[in-house]
């Protein structure tokens, strides 16, 4: 569990600029600096070489990977005006997905999740966007992510995004992070839909851990989404004036956070009822079992009993010294099991 | 699952007009135009013949079936100056009943419930709904609908439909909407009915799935109602004095959904409380078989054991010799076995 | 269930009159006009005679019980002015309580229940009332209500009823009603205790439907004084100042609903514990039967065992020959059987 | 339980003076009369002598125990002036915990809580107190009460309660009150840490019927704290100014009310737990039987079965001829015995 | 339980000084006085030595730990002016974390946590912060602390306390209180590991206990933590003006105290997750050990049947001349046997 890390930082003063994920990655900065007409597109040495663009006409979009290195962080941090709690946050990878206005830019996180085939597990990485004056810086843990849409629609001119300022950018980005939410649920889904099926077929005791472990993501995703929405609500409500166009696009992104919560308290309900279904199913079992048992004991026990009775040694017994003696015998043996099996199919029990 | 083809949208810019629904169906637009007095009913052959009545001075209702013809719905929505995210919330058949205001018009989004009998599902249609000046547009994802009493009100100018406004006529199509929505409370209540009678008499392993696809069925339809009460409530409240003769009339129509949100709690109690039953059932079952296994091995261990004494063979047991030996241990298990039934019947394990 | 009715009325127009109630009963008009001095009691016998009440400066409550006749309803209503929403709320016995202000008078619905000993079943009546200037009127859906205490004190002239005017009334009939629930918690709290005598003593499988009725019966109850408590209190905080002298009056009933939501709450508490005891006594019940399973098996089986190695026909069995061979083995079976009673007594079986 | 006999008001006009106890008991009257420097304490034989009380310039603690005495309340009641439905409450002992403000008092109902032994019960009695300018009135059922240690305090000058007014006094019996549910508490808590013990060493049926009396009185005693909490919170708000000096001590005992209330919710998570491990204390005894069955039947039924071939009476066994046959067997027989305790060890079901 | 010490204060009037913890430990004043440049540290003798920093120009951190010397904090209540309440809150170890604002100086209550390692448990130590004009005094019930950290960081001159005032050491003091909480979760998450594993390999009675251990630490810790929320965002928020700089700090460890909230959560749904894991793995072993007795049983009864039949004395019985009976014999109990196993082998049960 991730959340361990966070005792790296126990005691040490405020602003001290810790990174607590995992050490590791390529560190690599990314610009597009566009306006309607044409884009430039940069993959940055340097990060001295970024900060030109602090003051471009046009709207510039840096985006930094690999938080490891948090001299690079700082240097950018400092450059950029930001406070020095922005810059613990953006490497304090253990933030709720949060807004906070500042003098002159608002600072927004947010949970970019991807779901672990192998290890069954929706797996969060933090991004931290800073919205400037005409530019939007975005911290990633690490290279990879979901903006390649994004970066398509700026090159390609697709869409209104260069027609439009950072805050469209800003929305654009937050739209394609909520929009994959959708593809995680995809996934669960499908998870769900298996078990749903192996758990009326073959019921084994593996599934309380499979079904717990689909429900733990469910929660994760759901811990993701729940303080988005807030985030979400504030922006397109919009008091400080910093969205002017955009407010009625993260309108609808709120739409979409909302539906991902529904849709997450819907599997949430059926992976209950899967709890339900596997336990009655085991509970069905165990019925059959002593059913078995049952209808076992009751039909030999008292046919040996019968047996017994004539395997006793007494010297006086007349029925042992009659010709048909046996056959008689093995004939109402007969009849007692019939009789019984009869009795168990009218209860149902065969 | 509907909402996985959510995902065909995922990274596509704002605005893009995807139909997430199946692309099947006929394309149809049916139009009334009334006022007092008379009524015109037209089926429309082209898009463009309905935008005349955009200036009419009577009332239109212009309703659009067959959400897959992309096109003509980007073409009417253009000519109604419809907000781009209007027409991509109305193509996208996931949303949440909910309702927006416009400069120049109100966009309501419902969801039109039918009760499937062969797959005992309810299944949810998407009508949106659009009041504009003096004409309401409605587009719902394919034909057939539950606005038949509308029409029939109208046609034959029974009701106030025809001596009011846009407005009312928007009232009168959410009004049969969450009216049908009783309908679908009836099956569902019918369905609960049959189950608790079988729950009792009959109780089996597939209940358990009945009991949940009912559940699921009250959730499906709790999440169409929820989010409706508060837009009626924001419609009754009018704070944008839009619906000045219908406000009331909303007020009638929210009280209608508070009823149902009821009654969908009642039948989830009812729901649960099957479960109970349905466990105790099956638990009491496994008690009965329990109860038979346990009499029988009671009775017949002690006999069995008695027979298996006198089946020694020991030379010197004088028992054996004795003429009434043999009766006497006949006589003997016979008491033991009528004290064991008593012993039962007294604790009344029989 | 009763709800079903409801789909008597979709599609219909707002305004149309559907008694959604069983039609049969009689319809009766009574009509009480008094001052602090005099009162006069008439049953009315068209629906016209009661109209000259309308303007006498005297209070005059007029009970009307029958809501099947749909048309004397509507006369009644058209001659106070009654809004046809109104009107058709009054005839819609599947309202839930609720309190609404229209021009010139002030609309209550309320819920009389009674406990019906056959069924075991709380069943509810509607009671409308509406409060305009110096007169109550209410409807009952049939003859026969929980009135008869203000009937008494208006003739006998008790308490203060006749000295005040008609919101005091209103205040008197909604009193009595709240407190007729007091008696329907009386009748499930004795259900309540019988049950809990029984589960305990003799615990039977049927107990738990007659959980799950109390349980229902207290679920109805609380659907009736939930919202009842909202109206009241709207009612005493009196915004409108309909309510001069009775304002104080209704936050007593307002704190009698709220006692009833505690009882209830704690009856419900109660039933969910016998449900526990319930299933706890049949738990402890299969454990006492594989208990006396597993002690007979557990003696027998060994002794069994014993007395067929003696059954054995091997030639050269030495201890048959012996002279005490059998009561040595009969004493060695003994020893085994009492050690064996003896180690269940130490392990708490026996 | 208490609330039936609520029933014996029904229908009664407000203001009847019912008492809705148990008629017993001796009515008392007791006065102190008190100010920084002396004070007089007098047990009243009349009504009428604790009047004088009414305009004296010191602080007067009247109280009235014995609700029974209905027309002495009454008397009392119209002397200060109170209103008929404040009289109707101080007799009507089902009231939860409030304040009401009248012209020239305010209305406090507390619940006084004791602890019954015998019935392991928490038993609450009613104790209505009046502030008004100069004087407390207090209510109580019957005689006997906690407040002795506010009367020391009188007596001998202790605290500041002699320097203060009479809503400090209401404040110290207030307090007193709240503290006296510590001690409630910590009899519960003594009795859940005993149910502890016991569900493990030797955990019986009666248990459940002890858990869910613990619980039950936790509730009563939550009942009588959370109410409580927000007439303490309006108390020391306190926005009619009633309250100069003592708010914030007011607030001092809203805290208290606090940490009971987390305390009962510690505790009734403490209840339900012991219900778990009582259930799982079951289910693994259960689990210790059928293990016992299961060794005893596994090891002596193949053992009887080889008896049971050897008692064949074949005419052509070989073996039975054996000299060594016998002994052979028996070794066979032991080893297949000690082989299936081998087995059932490894499997750790011994 | 601590709860029940403080029935030791029942019924004394307020402002009573009482310890309600244990009275042990030491008694020790800590004072550091400090400015941008300089500080002094000094362990006090006597109370009276620390007085003379109350008008310090620089910042002081007066450090109290040793609750029990009552009358020592008495002394310095009265020195430092505050109130007699505040004093008593301060001795009364069971306080919840508040803030309370008293005329010069504001009164901050928190727990401080430390995991006890042999039982298992989390501890709570109260400390009780005054923040005054330039100092800030802090009361803990004994010595040993989590405050070392902030000790180094201004002995150290490392972040920025010594450069800011007294409301920046409160934070200061305040994040290390919280950020210990993470070592608590670490700490408990660490356990539930454990105890994950073993649930699965060899679940056993005791776990019930040791999850319901953890369920209270979690309790505990969430106890802690929730009022701490409100009082670090009524903090934040700093409506009375007395925190200028630290304010965005407070914003920062009120987001903390979210995340713990968060990580509580998540524990204590993994915790019941343990829990349907443990009983789903009690369940199976039953079910396992019934399989057992069963297959026995079914293979062994009709065995024992067929030589009890030629067990039997008759005198006609011919198969037991025939010279191979006694193989086929065998050969036939063979087959039954393979037969069930072959059985109980497709039906999965071995």
Redesign the interface.
């Known amino acids: 569990?991730k959340?361990?890390k966070?005792?790296k930082?126990?005691?040490?003063?405020?602003?001290?600029l810790i990174y607590t994920g995992e050490k590791m990655g390529t560190f690599q900065i990314n610009v597009f600096n566009y306006n309607a007409d044409s884009y430039i597109e940069q993959k940055m040495e340097s990060v001295e070489s970024c900060f030109k663009f602090k003051n471009s006409p046009n709207v510039s979009w840096i985006d930094i990977a690999g938080l490891y290195n948090t001299e690079a962080i700082d240097e950018i941090g400092k450059y950029y005006n930001l406070?020095p709690?922005t810059l613990?946050?953006i490497l304090n990878i253990?933030?709720?997905p949060?807004l906070?206005y500042f003098d002159d830019y608002a600072f927004i996180v947010l949970k970019m999740l991807t779901y672990n085939n192998e290890m069954r597990e929706v797996q969060s990485e933090q991004v931290s966007l800073i919205l400037g004056n005409n530019f939007v810086l975005t911290f990633q843990e690490d290279i990879g992510d979901?903006f390649?849409?994004?970066r398509d629609?700026i090159r390609n001119n697709?869409?209104?995004?260069r027609k439009n300022g950072a805050d469209y950018l800003l929305?654009?980005l937050t739209?394609?992070v909520v929009?994959?939410y959708?593809?995680i649920?995809?996934k669960l889904?499908e998870e769900i839909d298996e078990l749903q099926e192996m758990v009326?077929v073959n019921p084994s005791?593996e599934m309380?851990?499979d079904i717990?472990t689909l429900?733990?993501n469910l929660?994760e995703l759901r811990?993701s989404v729940w303080p988005l929405r807030d985030v979400l609500s504030s922006l397109y409500e919009d008091e400080m004036q910093l969205f002017k166009s955009a407010s009625?696009?993260f309108?609808?992104v709120h739409?979409h956070t909302?539906?991902i919560i529904?849709?997450v308290e819907?599997l949430r309900?059926?992976t209950s009822?899967l709890?339900?279904?596997y336990?009655?199913?085991?509970?069905?079992?165990?019925?059959e079992?002593?059913?078995?048992?049952?209808i076992?004991?009751?039909i030999?026990?008292?046919?040996?009993?019968v047996?017994?009775?004539?395997?006793?040694?007494?010297?006086?017994?007349p029925?042992?010294?009659?010709?048909?003696?046996?056959p008689t015998?093995?004939v109402v043996?007969l009849s007692i099991g019939i009789g019984l099996v009869i009795y168990f199919k009218r209860r149902k029990?065969m």
Chains 1, 2, 3, 4, 5 share one sequence.
């Open positions: 569990m959340e361990r966070l005792t930082k126990v005691g040490t003063p405020p602003g001290t406070h709690l613990e946050d253990n933030q709720r949060k906070e979901v390649d849409p994004v629609r697709r869409g209104s995004v929305y654009a739209d394609v929009d994959n959708f593809i649920l995809e889904g009326v005791h309380i851990q717990h429900r733990r929660t811990k009625v696009y309108r609808d739409d909302i539906q529904d849709m819907t309900d059926i009822e709890l339900d279904v336990l009655s199913s085991v509970n069905n079992r165990m019925n079992i002593m059913k078995v048992l049952t076992i004991a009751t030999f026990m008292p046919l040996s009993f047996a017994g009775v004539y395997g006793m040694n007494f010297k006086y017994m029925e042992l010294g009659w010709k048909y003696g046996y015998i093995l043996m029990w």
